[in-house]
T-cell receptor
Framework: NAGVTQTPKFQVLKTGQSMTLQCAQD?????MSWYRQDPGMGLRLIHY???????DQGEVPNGYNVSRSTTEDFPLRLLSAAPSQTSVYFC??????????FGDGTRLSIL | GEDVEQSLFLSVREGDSSVINCTYT??????LYWYKQEPGAGLQLLTY?????DMKQDQRLTVLLNKKDKHLSLRIADTQTGDSAIYFC??????????????FGQGTILTVHP
């Protein structure tokens, strides 16, 4: 079982570039979420999904888009990267009433 | 909105007990979690407690929940150097689709000295 797989592990972008952070899970979990981790601020929820075709905004959604076309995949898109989006991004998945399982993270730097 | 607060630092000697504290504001919290993060790694679930419980014990870990004061603690017995990490408290609100959302504290950096 691979669990939650995030790619890439590291990425450097220039301001204004776009990219997609990939997240895949093989546990058939209904719920998937994206968080960003910044020093001294814990993890903050960006977007989440309770099933294929259903997404909703979290605490810090601006500048990010998501879609959920399959149960397994939940990509996070940065349309026009800004230095403020430099962070570590974590994807998580779970079943209802169960704890979230986290991926190893994507470390993103925007110059 | 929901808020979760933790102290930022804790330093203990190897073999002592560690107690990491957390307070939360959402009285409708259903589950409360403790995650561990080692340097450069993802989050590892340590334990969690349902809101109708007062205590949960799992080997060296003891979780205490005081719902009246909205206070959660994690006690690590016989702390080892391998326990040095960041510990996050998180809460999940009640209600079906809300289970996809966790609110995290800032994290407590635990340093264990030999």
């Amino acid at each position: 079982n691979a669990g939650v797989t995030q790619t890439p592990k590291f990425q450097v972008l220039k301001t204004g570039q776009s990219m997609t952070l990939q997240c895949a899970q093989d546990m058939n979990h209904e719920y998937m979420s994206w968080y960003r981790q910044d020093p001294g601020m814990g993890l903050r929820l960006i977007h989440y999904s309770v099933g294929a075709g259903i997404t909703d905004q979290g605490e810090v959604p601006n500048g990010y888009n998501v879609s959920r076309s399959t149960t397994e995949d939940f990509p996070l898109r940065l349309l026009s990267a800004a230095p403020s989006q430099t962070s570590v991004y974590f994807c998580a998945s779970s079943r209802p009433n169960q704890p979230q399982h986290f991926g190893d993270g994507t470390r993103l730097s925007i110059l | 909105g929901e808020d979760v607060e933790q102290s930022l630092f804790l330093s203990v000697r190897e073999g002592d007990s560690s107690v990491i504290n957390c307070t939360y504001t959402d009285s409708s919290s259903t589950y409360l979690y403790w995650y561990k993060q080692e340097p450069g790694a993802g989050l590892q679930l340590l334990t969690y407690i349902f809101s109708n419980m007062d205590m949960k014990q799992d080997q060296r870990l003891t979780v205490l929940l005081n719902k009246k004061d909205k206070h959660l603690s994690l006690r690590i017995a016989d702390t080892q150097t391998g326990d040095s990490a960041i510990y996050f408290c998180a809460e999940s609100p009640s209600g079906g689709t809300s289970y996809g959302k966790l609110t995290f504290g800032q994290g407590t950096i635990l340093t264990v000295h030999p």
